[in-house]
């Protein structure tokens, strides 16, 4: 059988980034822990400041465990570049701080992940950075904001938490008719479900926090895109230091090797929790764009591979009901993360939107009591069961 032009992103997430030698010949890539890389030449050392050969002088600005990170997911997305950070929310705020100067305007959605929507709601405007918040759902809505005009138009989808889903594409032709970059968090639905740079999107990011580490044990965030981009991100972060450092790196990169594995376990069992929780009594809805009484099903169907393994859902009897089932489940941690091996539950007021006030939520349609369901890989019976019971137990 002849060998494949371009790998399935199943073996990119096991050998991307990883074809160079490695120290004394090991399989698995090192921990470079050493904060300086010295030289024998000072021609050499030039060479490598002033970009003329590859090579690393300080791990502030570049590191080779970071970069074999780096580089698997700048494959798994299909880009020409990447850049990494400390965190996502790092990945978050020097990307935009980078396309955005005083008197730019951006415009992005109602339901951002909360951390994002501080930036607009808080930050932007102390930079004079005017930030323009649509109804997530009303795709003429931000068309009509963005034909005004705006430097960037940011985007997420799915959703953090309501896991609401916008069209890439349309959006993305209507942000380059008047010149802006579009971004877009990818996050939720990983490189497994969902490619944005091949629906039009100008960059692609992720909090590698959550299900490309998928273990709960390291933070991190990255960026992909064209390489011009890329490059003004890194010297912004490389100047302002959201370093990501080497271990977490090398965790980070752990990790990714099962993503596919992971996400397609994930991907199943939270469409069959989903229906499940569709059928009971107590709840009064469920969002997860894998369902076909979603809104955004049909466009989430065009676009994502996959629907991913967060969910979330309301119950009827309010957040007193929500303050009795939490502690009900035997499989979940109550904990602020998503994308974990370990199923993960919480409410927007300490996940999400844990930065928020009460008044910030209620204006960006994020309801108090909702609960935002990331299924692991556990046993998909054993978690129906677990939630059976503790809705079974309401009082």
């Given at each position: ?15 991307a ?9 090991s399989?698995q ?7 300086s890389f ?30 074999a990170?780096?580089e ?17 929310m790092?990945?978050?705020?020097n990307t ?6 005083p008197?730019d ?28 918040l649509?109804e ?26 309501t ?7 349309r ?22 479900n ?7 999107a ?24 064209p ?6 991100i ?5 100047i ?13 990169l ?25 059928g ?12 076909p ?8 169907g ?19 009901a929500?303050?009795q ?10 904990a602020a993360?998503?994308?974990a ?16 006030t009460?008044?910030e ?32 137990g309401?009082?």
């Amino acid at each position: 059988m002849a060998e494949r032009e371009v790998p399935s992103r199943d073996t990119l997430a096991v050998w991307a980034g990883e074809g160079d030698p490695t120290w004394e010949g090991s399989t698995q890539v090192p921990v470079v822990h050493s904060v300086s890389f010295g030289y024998r030449s000072v021609d050499d050392w030039l060479d490598v400041a002033r970009g003329r050969r590859p090579g690393y002088i300080y791990s502030r600005n570049k590191n080779p465990t970071v970069r074999a990170f780096e580089e698997k997911v700048r494959q798994l997305e299909g880009a020409e570049a990447a850049t990494s950070f400390a965190t996502g929310m790092a990945a978050v705020s020097n990307t935009l701080f980078t396309l955005l100067s005083p008197g730019d305007r951006v415009v992005s959605l109602r339901d951002t992940y909360g951390g994002t929507s501080k930036i607009f709601i808080e930050f932007c405007p102390r930079f004079r950075i005017e930030a323009v918040l649509c109804e997530t759902t009303d795709h003429e809505a931000i068309e009509a904001e963005v034909a005004k005009g705006c430097k960037v138009l940011y985007l997420e989808s799915p959703t953090n938490p309501t896991l609401k889903v916008v069209d890439l594409a349309r959006l993305a032709r209507a942000a380059h008719e008047v010149g802006a970059a579009v971004v877009v968090d990818n996050t939720l639905a990983t490189p497994i479900n969902q490619s944005p740079l091949e629906l039009g999107a100008d960059l692609v990011l992720h909090s590698a926090t959550k299900f490309l580490g998928g273990h709960a044990d390291a933070l991190g965030g990255v960026v992909c895109g064209p390489a011009g981009l890329v490059h003004d991100i890194f010297h912004f972060r490389e100047i302002n230091g959201a370093s990501l450092h080497a271990a977490p790196a090398y965790l980070l990169l752990r990790g990714i090797k099962t993503l596919h594995l992971r996400v397609a376990r994930q991907n199943e069992s939270a469409l069959r929790i989903a229906q499940f929780l569709a059928g009971r009594p107590e709840v009064g809805e469920v969002f997860y764009p894998g369902l076909p009484s979603h809104e955004n099903h049909e466009i989430a169907g065009r676009q994502m591979r996959g629907f991913g393994g967060v969910l979330s859902f309301s119950l009827k009897g309010g957040f007193e009901a929500v303050r009795q089932l939490l502690p009900r489940l035997k499989y979940a941690h109550m904990a602020a993360n998503l994308g974990a091996v370990e199923t993960l539950v919480g409410i927007p007021a300490t996940t999400s939107h844990v930065e928020c006030t009460a008044q910030e939520m209620e204006s960006l349609g994020i309801p108090t009591g909702l609960i935002r369901y990331s299924v692991g890989i556990e046993s998909c019976e054993d978690l129906m069961a677990d939630l059976a019971a503790a809705l079974d137990g309401l009082g």
